[in-house]
Every structure is written in C-alpha cells, then in structure tokens.
C-alpha cells in the first residue's frame, strides 16, 4: 500500500512539474544579418572627389531572443575594415500597444524611423533625414500604438556615450524626442497617416576643450556608400540648447503612395550670437510595376515591405539647408533628384537600381558639384 501511495505521488509531481514547465513561456533564439553589395558609376563636374568601384559597404551579424514579454538583441556591423556597435538594447511588452525600449538603437524620429538604413526604398536615405535626424543613442523610449494614432516619447544621452565614458567626456549631453501621428484609416491599399515630431538636445562633446559641450555638428555625405565624400557640414559653436520638429504625410491608394517630411533644426547660441536654423524637407513618390496593394505597418507607423516579386519605382527629391549668412555658418545647399527601382526577389532579398542627380553648392567644404550616379545594389537581410 505505501508502496502504491509513493507511486501516486511521484506520479502526481510529475503532473505538476510537466504542467508548470508547460505554462512557462518558451526562449526564442533567432541569428539576423544582412549583407549590402554595391556598384557605382559617376558621371558630371565633381572633380576628383568620385571613383567607379564595388563596395560592401555594410555587412552585420547577430541575435534577437525573445522570452514571454521581454525582447532582446544585439546587432554588430562590419565595413571598410571597422566592426562596430549597431542595435543593442532590452525592451518589454506590457501588450499588444505598450511597450518600452533601453539600450542603443534608432528612436522614433519621423516617417524615415520607421524603416533601418538598409530598408529605406530609395537605396540610401534621404539627405535631410541623414542631417537631421539622430544616428542611434544610449536611452530609454515607451511607445504606445493603437488602431488610430500612435505616440512615442524618449530620452537618450549623446552618441559618444557609446564610446567614451561621462568623466572621459567631462559630462553626458542629452535631449528628449517624440512622435505622434494619426492614421485615420490604414487597410491595405488605402492609407492615410500624418503627425509631428520634436526634440530638445543639449550640446555635445568634442576633443577640443574650447567646444567641448559647447557645440553642435552636422553633416551628410554624397547619398552613395561606395565612395565616401562629404556633402554638407557645418559646426555650431558657443551652443546653448537645439530644439527641432518634423512633420510628416503618408499617403497610399491601391499600389501607389506618397510620403514626405519637412524638417526644422534651431541652434541657439551664447554671447548674443546669431542663431543658427537648419532646413530640409523630402517627397517621395512610390509605385508597384508588379504586385498587390501597399501594406501598412502598425508598430513602426510605416508602409509595409511589399511581397516577394513585387517590382516598385520611387521618385524622390530632397532638399537641404546648413548654410545661413546671419549666423555665419556655410555648411551648404544641396539638391538631390533620384529614381529608384526596387524588385523584392524573395523574403530575403532584395536588388535595387538607382539614378541620382545631386547639385551641391554654396558651401565652404569645397566648390560647386554637379553629380550624377548610378548605383545597384543586391542585398540579404534576415
């Protein structure tokens, strides 16, 4: 009988261990990568500044686990002979509209936050976005998307702070951002999404002691990674504060979409010097040539990626500003026409072809350049 009865019990602990492991949520372990292969070939009055040539210009391995609520990943990136820190953070999900984010990655900035570099379908991203808006930051963002707007408020410390340590850098800038947009409708095929966005920054770190917080930089490169030349620049002494906003459009319709943004950067300035204002503003047209409606992405607040054999033409042009007599800052205008075509090849590929005229003038980085380029790229990312 005892014998029976520690059976019984072995078999009704078992029963409970089996179904407590059952109840527990499940470690998802996933690799991500991405492998960029680019050509280029140039053509108009640039100097010696551009060589033809192949690139891999961006090549990342890494990870995403995923345990019951809670997310991780770590993302690290190789090119031109640099291994570098890409998305590393944490984030935990309260539900299906509420979450939170720390760690260093990309915070919601504008229409162009929704998609990484590697996604954005006019090949490279557009200047303004590039000049304007953050690279990734070390902080902490809540996000809340829900059927009809969605709203995201972050703060983040400098880019540095991924480098060097508060007492190398003498102190930690930091800024605040947010984005809020509504979408009033946003089934397939049929879209309609606007919003705003804005920050507030402090100054930043430079080696130099006379700049060291007390300074802004800005800059983009020629939209083209095979070669790297610097397009605008500009660096924003006797810094106080920089505030900034953005407004956005999407629109879509059954295989066509537009969107587009403005954006406005003001740096104020100590000893009664001129402020400095930074302006750009982009428009794209999008359409399928093959394939079904637009999709709509709730969580990032974007159009989805079309399916696998879609072939799609974006028009796009871009125009930016870091040049300002009153405030004596000659950073450069720059013009940037572009027609990109993109053929989705499976889930996982990609391959894109784009021209690009760019006119780059009124600037103290070097002379006038007229630029036309040619790019193609076959990309893998997973």
Not at 102 to 114: E, T, W
Not at 146 to 163: G, I, N, P, R
Not at 293 to 311: C, E, Q, R, W
Request: glycine share 10%; charged share 20%.
């Amino acid at each position: 009988m005892k014998k029976i009865l520690l059976v019984c019990l072995l078999c009704a602990f078992g029963v409970s261990v089996w179904a407590q492991s059952a109840d527990e949520p499940k470690l998802k372990v996933s690799p991500t990568g991405r492998i960029l292969l680019d050509g280029a070939l140039f053509a108009g009055n640039y100097g010696d500044l551009f060589k033809p040539g192949l690139a891999i210009p961006d090549a990342r391995a890494g990870v995403k686990a995923s345990y019951g609520n809670w997310t991780a990943k770590v993302d690290i990136g190789y090119a031109y002979g640099k291994v570098g820190l890409k998305d590393i953070y944490i984030e935990y999900n309260f539900d299906d509209e509420n979450l939170i984010r720390g760690g260093n990655f990309i915070h919601q900035y504008g229409l162009q936050s929704a998609t990484s570099s590697s996604m954005k379908v006019t090949m490279e991203e557009p200047t303004s976005n590039e000049v304007f808006n953050a690279p990734r930051q070390l902080g902490f963002m809540y996000e809340h998307s829900a059927d009809k707007w969605l709203a995201t408020a972050s703060f983040h410390v400098e880019t540095q702070s991924m480098f060097l340590t508060a007492n190398q850098m003498g102190k930690q800038g930091y800024g605040v951002l947010s984005r809020v947009i509504a979408r009033p409708f946003h089934s397939d095929g049929k879209t309609l999404q606007f919003g705003i966005s804005g920050g507030f920054g402090t100054p930043i770190y430079s080696s130099d002691e006379g700049l060291n917080h007390h300074n802004f930089t800005l800059g983009a490169n020629f939209p083209v990674r095979v070669d790297k030349v610097k397009a605008v620049g500009a660096t924003v002494d006797n810094a106080m504060n920089m505030f900034k906003f953005t407004p956005e459009l999407l629109l879509s319709y059954d295989r066509f979409a537009l969107e587009s943004q403005y954006f406005f950067n003001r740096y104020n300035r100590r000893s009664h010097i001129h402020a400095f204002t930074g302006q750009g503003a982009y428009v794209m047209l999008r359409g399928l040539l093959l394939g079904s409606k637009y999709g709509y992405n709730m969580v990032d607040g974007g159009l989805a990626t079309p399916a696998p054999k879609s072939l799609e033409l974006v028009l796009s042009y871009n125009y930016t500003t870091l040049t300002s007599p009153k405030a004596d800052i000659w950073g450069g205008r720059l013009n940037d026409v572009s027609a990109t075509v993109n053929y989705y090849i499976n889930k996982y590929m990609i391959f894109r072809f784009r021209y690009a005229y760019t006119h780059r003038w009124d600037s103290d980085l070097g002379p006038k350049v007229d630029l036309s380029t040619f790019l193609a790229r076959l990309q893998i990312i997973f």
